[in-house]
């Protein structure tokens, strides 16, 4: 049984869908931590990290991707641009649509995100046998699961 907090409801302290969130928000706090220095937060880094896994993509493919709506990711590219993170241009098939794709700078961006990132993983397994670790990972997708169905 978890130490009790009187700041935390003694129900939530058990409830895992409290608990997932509060792990998501220390780890989101980790990796802001790590990422300021350079400007950067998650979620500038998260379409950075988008556009460095598939390479260059429209705009509105980018939304598709991510859970980020149309308004905030156009926020969010805005600041990319300028800081010379990204770079759009027009779409050769569809004149509306713009191409993004990562600068070079852009680059070393996501492998600065992919550094902090994995950095902040490995810190919330400290202490786990590869054996746990993946029981977790195992037992938290079946909880994504279960929320979505």
Same mark, same amino acid.
């Given at each position: 049984m978890p130490e009790q907090d009187d700041h935390i409801h003694p129900d939530a302290t058990v409830a895992p869908g409290y608990l997932a969130n509060h792990a998501a928000r220390v780890f989101n706090r980790l990796i802001d931590t790590a990422l300021r220095p350079y400007g950067l937060s998650l979620s500038l880094i998260a379409p950075i990290m988008l556009l460095?896994?598939?390479?260059?993509?429209?705009?509105?493919?980018?939304?598709?991707?991510?859970?980020?709506?149309?308004? /905030?990711?156009?926020?969010?590219?805005?600041?990319?641009?300028?800081?010379?993170?990204?770079?759009?241009?027009?779409?050769?098939?569809?004149?509306?649509?713009?191409?993004?794709?990562?600068?070079?700078?852009?680059?070393?961006?996501?492998?600065?995100?992919?550094? /902090?990132?994995? /950095?902040?993983?490995?810190?919330?397994?400290?202490g786990f046998s590869s054996k746990d670790a993946a029981t977790l990972i195992q037992l938290l997708q079946r909880l994504i699961d279960n929320f979505e169905s």
């Open positions: 460095s896994w598939k390479g260059p993509m429209l705009q509105r493919d980018l939304v598709r991707s991510s859970a980020v709506k149309q308004p /905030a990711m156009v926020a969010l590219l805005d600041k990319l641009e300028a800081m010379a993170l990204i770079r759009r241009s027009p779409s050769f098939t569809d004149r509306r649509a713009a191409m993004v794709e990562l600068t070079s700078k852009g680059q070393e961006a996501a492998l600065r995100g992919r550094d /902090a990132l994995l /950095a902040a993983n490995a810190k919330g397994l400290e």
